[in-house]
């Protein structure tokens, strides 16, 4: 019997490149603070190889990150739910804010 994978929709693709985009700064910043110490004076002596190493490191916690990504968003089968609770959490904020404004300006 033949299964049919169901095509992933714009909502979902959107809120996983949402995901992996700016959660791989955190990851890439603190990749930084790691490698490039430890490579200081390897790109002085031989900077090809060095260079090329560094890229190497970068790329492959990319992939390993986007692979990963890529799994949770399946099992899980997770669609719109970042864009959703995204703006939960920014109109819960409103709200609360609207809240507090209210109690201060009514004193």
Known sequence: MI????????????????VNSFGGY????????VVLPLSMGWIQEDPLVANLAITFVYATVSFARSYFLRRVFEKFGIDDNFIRLGKKGILKMIKTIRGVWKINNDR
């Open 26 to 33: 955190p990851i890439g910043y603190g990749l930084g603070i």
């Open 3 to 18: 299964k049919t994978v169901p095509k992933d929709s714009h909502k979902k693709s959107l809120s996983e490149a949402f």
